[in-house]
């Protein structure tokens, strides 16, 4: 019997840890708390900016893009 009481006092222990530390994820996700704003973070690497050419380049044995039109 002191088992089992044992036992329900360890399982509710671990879910109410659980919750608590849910809720404190969800507050901490909406106020931010314990982000570093480091500018680098925030900046985009070299790799991702965007191409200066934008123009897509079709190989002559390649089709273009056409728009699509439903036939009926």
Request: glycine residues 6%; negative net charge; hydrophobic residues 45%.
């Amino acid at each position: 019997m002191l088992g089992f009481l044992l036992f329900i006092l360890i399982f509710v222990l671990v879910i109410v840890l659980m919750v608590i530390s849910t809720v404190f994820g969800f507050i901490r996700s909406i106020f931010s708390f314990g982000k570093r704003n480091n500018s680098s973070q925030n900046s985009q690497p070299q790799d991702f900016e965007q191409p200066i050419n934008k123009s897509k380049i079709f190989d002559k044995t390649e089709g273009e893009y056409v728009d699509y039109e439903e036939v009926k």
